[in-house]
């Protein structure tokens, strides 16, 4: 079933439940949507149904041009949406001027948020403006974010107190009844916690891939597949998995950084400077010495500390590695045309000679400003 019938069954539906009548019937009309997307996307018995109790409750009014949004204040405005009315919000930004696209609403524990997607008017520049500088990026568990440059970003996302709330949370979480009040308190609080830490890294991702990208021209990242690198490692009955501990471990850590936040941080602020966003593999880039281009695994003595077996060259180790994920984005950007702004396909000229190995071995090169 396609669209189609689906929208004339929840017309149906409605005469026999009274309760989809509160509802706004384009958002019901908009799930439908979704639906079919997904189903022509991934193939129908390849989607899944969202849990209730995992996926906070969200849906979206895809008619913006029924919205309307007053500024109260300085901080508060408030959007008419339909058969909700008025709604006052805080608002993050001005709104004046915009054109509105579409409203979300969304929870996140006891609060409510609204997500307005506008047409600012606003294109992606053709090249960047201020520099002609490129930066390798690497991200790392020691510091999140490390530059080709020597820079390192990094923040605490918790502190010690929240750390040890979260402990005795989860403690008094495995001791409660299931379905029981006490254990909904439990999880409402420790979800705040968490809260608190998703926010912090999350202003951490925007603020560094804005710097990043107002100042360089082009940002080259290693291409991780972050989902992947972070799946259990327990196996199953048959074959139990090895070193379960340490890769969780290791699990938690790549999470905690945000990895795959921050390379959605970079492409959204790269399309507002021009930059151009590059992603190269991340094959031998923390093994290789970027002084002489000996590859060897036991160079990298731990997660801060590279020192070269073969010419002693001792540097930070994740700045070791953006400098060799910098030589291979120049390799792979000597191939195409142009360079691009994020968001714009490239067309290469021809494949660099050699394989992925041999291209990280060549010295790496900066553009000349």
Known sequence: MNYGPQAHELAEAKSEHPWLKQVPGHCLQQTLMDLDKACRAHGTFRVRWRSGRRWPPSFRFPEGNKMVVEKLNRRHSRIKLPKLGWVKFRASRSLEGDIIRSV??????????????????RQVPETHQGSVTAVGVDRGVAVAVATSTGALFG?????????????????????????????????????????????????????????????????????????????????????????????????????????????????????????????????????????????????????????CTHCAHTEHADVNAAKNVLAAGLAVTACEDDRRPAGRAGSPKQEPAGNRKELLLQPAAVPAA
């Open 104 to 121: 979300t609403v969304t929870r996140a524990g006891r609060h409510w948020f609204i997500s307005v997607l506008v047409d600012d008017g």
């Open 155 to 307: 923040r605490a996302f918790t502190t010690v107190g929240e750390r040890r709330r979260v402990v005795a949370l989860q403690r008094t979480l495995s001791r409660t009844a299931g379905r029981s009040a006490n254990r909904d308190k439990a999880r409402a609080a420790l979800a705040a916690v968490r809260a608190r830490e998703r926010w912090r890294r999350m202003d951490f991702c925007a603020q560094t891939a804005h710097q990043l990208a107002a100042a360089n021209a082009m940002v080259v990242i290693e291409d991780l597949k972050t989902k992947q690198m972070t799946k259990s490692a327990k196996g199953t009955l048959d074959q139990p998995g090895r070193s379960v501990a340490a890769k969780s471990g290791l699990n938690r850590a790549i999470l905690a950084k945000g990895w795959h936040r921050f390379a959605l941080a970079l492409a959204s602020a790269a399309r507002y400077t021009g930059t151009t966003v590059v992603k190269v593999p991340a094959a031998y880039t923390s093994q290789r010495c970027s002084a002489c281009g000996h590859v060897d695994p036991k160079s990298r003595e731990s997660q801060a500390v590279f020192r």
